[in-house]
């Protein structure tokens, strides 16, 4: 597993503001050797600009980057082991897709014509393109160019590999094969890949380690499960999945309360009586009978979503999100159990109160905002 | 697809434009070059230009149109690309810089460069302070001075629009497979932009090579370029039509040959871009 690599990248302390507005504040952060590592966060989150301060397209107002131990924070982009996957993929129009992922080597005056054409084949073959070598860039469907892009990157043999959204611009199918692709050629290469996106589906699929950013800062950093299962604050739960995030009271360790009920949790060291968040994924909870569940509330509305039902409960004033596979009719009264290891509980943040409450959700909003994530900053 | 009657009919004007004032006078050329005075056929006309005196004059104006043409080139390319890189606000500045000598009709232009250039010009009344002079008017250096100030903006601006074009993501991403800045010059914005430099060179060449104007007022008459000439048995002294067509004709074809040879290296290369397997 990664963590028992060798570090590789050391960012201490890096700070980035562009016309006076703080884009990365104080960022420190460790990458190790054969590393498949994922920024996540909303658009505006400075996981680009990491990304970029990695790469050497812009240099950090404050703190240091280091790369195998040694300061490069005035290395260009040149000199760098590193190659990039660019968002809109980036390829030169004026060559075809041989000499695209020649360049490098001509760059690095490889003068053995046999040995560029090669080491190009062997690329196209990992890309799944072969035979493509005389077609021209802008004869090809953005999967391809996305192919081709990665294949240029990859053959100077980098360290690092960034790739900065790079399955934004596919369609759904595409994107789900390119993850897998993209995943296995990491393990394949040993190389490492530190990818950014705004999709935490993708993030959790693909990563060793995710890191969760949000306004210029780093809210977790983490295994997807870790992410997933134990988020450290309202923010990361949040935005990770669905969650249901309630406030409550620890009244002792493995004894919550919340929404009148005491609950019984796996969770322990936060004293007595602390206030604190509780998180509930919605796949979590199990609908019961009314009389026999430990907490009630009114269905408010049902949506089918293929695999299973997102129901929206009413308890007490606060909206729960449900997955069931089992059908309920709106405004019917049921029964909810949670189970101890389903209780996740955190420290209370500054973004207690702002996150996991359903009683304005709406589909077309969520769609509206991830429309919106599509134009990276 | 068949084109509806109105379709058709809108082409017409262009036409009538064409063959009015673009095919008729080429045929009254080609007819005026292979005629005498008394309409009969002769190649007199083309065969008197291959006396040593208008080759030489042919010689001396693709002389220095090249010239003209080459200093633009070295002028414009290094302006075209800091513009393209400059922020869009001073872009737009820089370029409305580039378009207002051409708002000024060139007579002006040219005339203003006389008192310039002139023995008792501006250059020289500022040398004479330290009791220098430099005679400057009436040189082939002033000619080529007056058509690179007129014509320079030809040059600047199709290179400009090219060069603006070039995404800056492609200069990231030759950096990041290792190009220095020389490299990406050289790997990325020179062959990204040779379009512009053709079509620039060819609308510099052009006007630089048949120009009569400049060549009289910054010339002042002490050699003759083939627009000079031209203009001389039309307007001149001694009228030729017979003979100033020929010179006109030749004049045109060599433009011809020396713009398929510029399109011939733009044409291959795209032919090569856009062969598929």
């Not at chain 1, 560029?116 to 004869?139: A, C, D, P, Q």
């Not at chain 1, 009264?333 to 509980?345: F, K, S, T, Y």
């Amino acid at each position: 597993m990664s963590m028992n690599g060798k570090k590789l990248i050391e960012l201490r302390g890096i700070t980035k503001s562009f016309d006076g507005e703080v884009v990365l504040d104080n960022i420190s952060l460790d990458i190790y050797e054969d590393e498949f590592i994922t920024l996540l966060g909303p658009s505006g989150c400075g996981k680009t600009t990491t990304l970029r301060i990695i790469g050497g397209f812009e240099s950090p107002d404050s703190g240091d980057v280091f790369f195998d131990g040694v300061r490069i924070n005035d290395t260009p982009p040149y000199k760098r082991h590193i190659n990039t996957v660019f968002q809109r993929y980036a390829l030169f129009p004026h060559l075809n897709v041989y000499e695209n992922i020649a360049f490098g080597l001509r760059v690095a005056k490889v003068k053995d014509d046999e040995e560029i054409s090669n080491r190009v084949r062997e690329m196209l073959e990992m890309v799944n393109l072969k035979g493509f070598e005389r077609r021209h860039v802008t004869t090809l469907s953005g999967g391809q160019q996305q192919r081709v892009a990665i294949a240029r990157a990859l053959i100077n043999k980098p360290r690092v590999l960034l790739l900065d959204e790079p399955l934004g611009a596919l369609d759904l199918k595409l994107r789900k094969d390119m993850q897998n692709e993209l995943k296995n050629m990491q393990k394949r290469t040993g190389i490492t890949f530190i990818y950014v996106t705004h999709d935490q589906e993708e993030a959790l699929s693909m990563s060793d380690t995710v890191v969760v950013m949000n306004e210029g800062s780093i809210m977790q950093i983490g295994t997807p499960t870790d992410i997933y299962n134990e988020p450290k604050n309202a923010y990361v739960a949040d935005f990770i999945g669905e969650s249901n995030i309630v406030d409550g009271v620890m009244l002792d360790d493995f004894s919550v309360k919340m929404s009148g009920q005491t609950f019984v949790c796996v969770d322990k060291g936060f004293g007595k009586n602390t206030p604190v968040d509780v998180v509930v994924r919605p796949e979590d909870v199990d609908v019961v009978a009314p009389e026999s569940g430990m907490l009630r509330g009114k269905v408010t509305s049902v949506t089918f979503k293929g695999v299973h039902y997102e129901v929206i409960v009413d308890i007490g004033g606060f909206k729960w999100m449900i997955q069931t596979t089992d059908y309920v009719a709106p405004d019917a009264v049921i029964g909810i159990d949670i189970e101890p290891d389903a209780i996740h509980i955190m420290n209370k943040s500054e973004y207690s109160g702002m996150f996991g409450d359903y009683s304005s959700f709406s589909d077309e909003l969520d769609a509206l905002s991830e429309n919106s994530e599509e134009e990276e900053d | 697809m068949k084109k509806s009657f109105l379709e058709r009919a809108s082409a017409y004007p262009h036409i009538v434009w064409s063959v009015l004032f673009i095919i008729a006078p080429l045929i009254f050329v080609v007819y005026y070059t292979f005629t005498d005075a008394d309409g009969a056929f002769t190649t007199e006309n083309i065969a008197r230009l291959f006396t040593s005196n208008y080759v030489l004059i042919f010689v001396n104006s693709v002389c220095l149109a090249l010239i003209a043409t080459v200093i633009c080139l070295v002028i414009a390319y290094p302006l075209a690309y800091i513009f393209s890189r400059m922020r869009e606000k001073w872009q737009r500045i820089m370029i409305l810089l580039i378009m207002i000598p051409l708002w000024m009709n060139f007579l002006i232009t040219t005339y203003s460069w006389m008192t310039i250039l002139e023995d008792t010009g501006i250059i020289n009344s500022i040398l004479s302070v330290f009791g220098l002079s430099v005679h400057m008017i009436n040189t082939p250096g002033a000619v080529v001075v007056g058509m690179v100030f007129c014509f320079l903006p030809y040059m600047i601006l199709p290179i400009y629009t090219v060069m603006s074009g070039i995404d800056e993501k492609l200069l990231e991403a030759a950096a990041d497979l290792g190009c220095s800045g020389w490299q990406r010059l050289t790997k990325v914005v020179m062959p990204m932009s040779l379009s512009g430099v053709i079509s620039g060179i060819t609308m510099v060449f052009v006007p630089s090579i048949s120009t009569f104007y400049i060549s009289q007022k910054l010339g002042g008459g002490t050699f003759q370029l083939i627009g000079d000439t031209i203009e001389s048995y039309f307007v001149g002294t001694a009228i030729n039509y017979h003979f100033g067509a020929a010179l006109s004709l030749v004049l045109m074809i060599l433009i011809l040959i020396s713009m398929a040879v510029m399109n011939h290296y733009t044409d291959a290369e795209e032919t090569e871009r856009r062969r598929i397997k």
